[in-house]
């Protein structure tokens, strides 16, 4: 069967998702692993993913694109956080020049995989055009982020059909809301709302950023100077790689720093807003978190926009959890009225890591599941660009799938080695979206291989040299591997 036909429907490899991990994933088994067959699955119409789904105003990115975007294309403009449509653009663009994009059956949404230990393979149920089909596959690659698509998290609250307004959740934004000469509240203070607080606040009569307690909020040029510089005097691929260089060593070097001494990042960091808004705004009571940084993602502000939008009148912050909804508003329980036309209940995602996977697992080499054979996953950093470790993690990938051919192995799963191990969270984060999601994630381990690690040149050194097989079952007879 030709490795370009799409309607292929036995493969080696399946990839689930066309964002920025499953185009990368697929990259690298085009190129590491050539003799290999694979097939992209995406429930939407488009590539994108994350960038494709979200069209709320402002959207961006919250990292460096530098360290966001492909190594083997290089981001290739100044400008360092990028608008969701540059991004789309970027990634479908990437898709397009390496003939990922021909590999792609879009409108196909994945709604059950079983491994069968007797033919060795994946049997996966794919929803498409209202039928379902299966397909099989030897090796099965969820690229598919970590969040629910179908749903975002929003909480109930009192008294909200007594709003005459409307409510919107920014992961489904009305294509036709009209914010202009409108009073708008958003509820939240991570990354989504910082980024649509400035942006509305562009249109509307005056935004309300409402948080239940403060976040630390970092501002940062929109455009890397520097990677400007390098673009002009070097080609494409080298400024590429010495400009992700650079951004990866200091974004690992702040965060060893901050995470060492956390209250004076602290004060840092408050130092920063106060000198960008007015002597006498209050910093502690709307700037000042009861958690060390890090405890949960910083927020970006590119250009500080958000203090921007502050110090000139068109936006303001509220502090305190809501007590009900009113006929033309919010209340906080510190008694303080907040009046809106429209309520943005930027309140979080719904993780979802994988699909769902039983939380009883453990996660190898952040890569693998515990007793699941053949099954690979795209889990990325939660200090740093999610896709630095999905780059990582795929040329992992080929390179286990190329040990196994040289060794003539047909199935291979991770083993817990006997005495077990202790048992932690996957995510460390104290964040109100993660901490909803543990119950329901799988666990890491107390040491290697069982280890999420959170720094891209450790972890990058050892899934290139470490030994690929550590605590893996490999096995050539597929029903000799224990599932």
């Not at 036909?5 to 590491?32: F, K, N, W």
């Not at 694109?65 to 970027?90: C, D």
């Not at 929003?154 to 202009?180: C, M, N, T, Y």
């Not at 959890?321 to 209940?345: M, S, W």
């Amino acid at each position: 069967m030709a490795r370009d036909d799409p309607q292929t429907d036995h493969i080696d490899v399946l990839i689930v998702g066309a964002g920025m991990s499953g185009i990368d994933a697929a990259y690298r088994i085009q190129t590491l692993c050539k003799d290999k067959t694979y097939v992209i699955l995406e429930a939407r119409d488009r590539i994108g993913g994350t960038w494709d789904l979200f069209r709320y105003p402002g959207v961006r990115s919250d990292s460096d694109m530098y360290t966001l975007g492909f190594p083997f294309r290089p981001w290739a403009s100044e400008v360092s956080i990028a608008r969701g449509e540059a991004i789309r653009n970027y990634v479908e663009d990437t898709a397009r020049e390496f003939g990922i994009d021909r590999r792609i059956r879009f409108g196909h949404r994945v709604i059950g995989a079983n491994w069968s230990s007797e033919d060795g393979h994946w049997t996966v149920e794919v929803e498409h055009d209202g039928a379902t089909r299966r397909i099989t596959c030897l090796f099965l690659f969820a690229c598919s982020g970590y969040y629910d698509y179908s749903e975002g998290y929003r909480p109930v609250w009192e008294g909200e059909a007594d709003f005459k307004g409307q409510i919107v959740h920014p992961q489904f934004w009305p294509e036709d809301l009209d914010v202009s000469r409108k009073t708008v509240a958003v509820i939240g203070s991570g990354a989504t709302a910082v980024t649509l607080v400035p942006s509305l606040a562009d249109q509307a009569a005056h935004v309300t950023m409402v948080q239940r307690s403060p976040p630390y909020i970092v501002a940062r040029p929109a455009r890397d100077r520097i990677a400007g510089a390098l673009h002009r005097i070097l080609p494409r691929q080298a400024a590429g790689s010495a400009i992700r260089w650079k951004n990866v060593l200091l974004t690992i070097f702040m965060y060893n720093r901050t995470r060492r001494k956390p209250e004076k990042a602290a004060e840092w960091i408050k130092g920063m807003i106060q000198r960008q808004l007015p002597a006498d705004y209050p910093i502690e009571q709307h700037f000042s978190p009861p958690y060390k940084v890090w405890d949960q993602r910083l927020c970006l502000v590119p250009d500080g926009n958000l203090f921007t939008s502050i110090r000139s009148g068109k936006t303001s912050v509220a502090t305190g959890a809501i007590e009900r909804f009113t006929p033309t508003g919010l209340r906080l329980v510190t008694g303080e009225e907040v009046k809106a036309d429209i309520v943005v209940t930027a309140t979080g995602l719904v993780v979802k890591l994988f699909g769902g996977v039983q939380p009883e697992r453990m996660i190898w080499k952040g890569m693998m599941l515990s007793g699941v054979p053949n099954y690979f996953l795209s889990f990325g950093y939660t200090n740093a660009s999610w896709t630095l470790r999905s780059d990582v993690t795929a040329k992992a990938v080929c390179r286990l799938l190329n040990r196994m051919d040289d060794g003539g192995f047909t199935v291979c799963a991770p083993r817990i080695p006997d005495g077990g191990m202790e048992r932690l969270p996957v995510i460390s984060f104290s964040s109100g979206y993660v901490q909803r999601a543990l119950p329901f994630l799988p666990k890491q381990g107390s040491r290697q291989p069982w280890i999420v690690p959170q720094n891209y040149v450790k972890d990058r050194f050892a899934m290139r040299l470490g030994p690929i097989d550590e605590d893996l079952e490999m096995t050539r007879n597929a029903t000799a591997v224990r599932t």
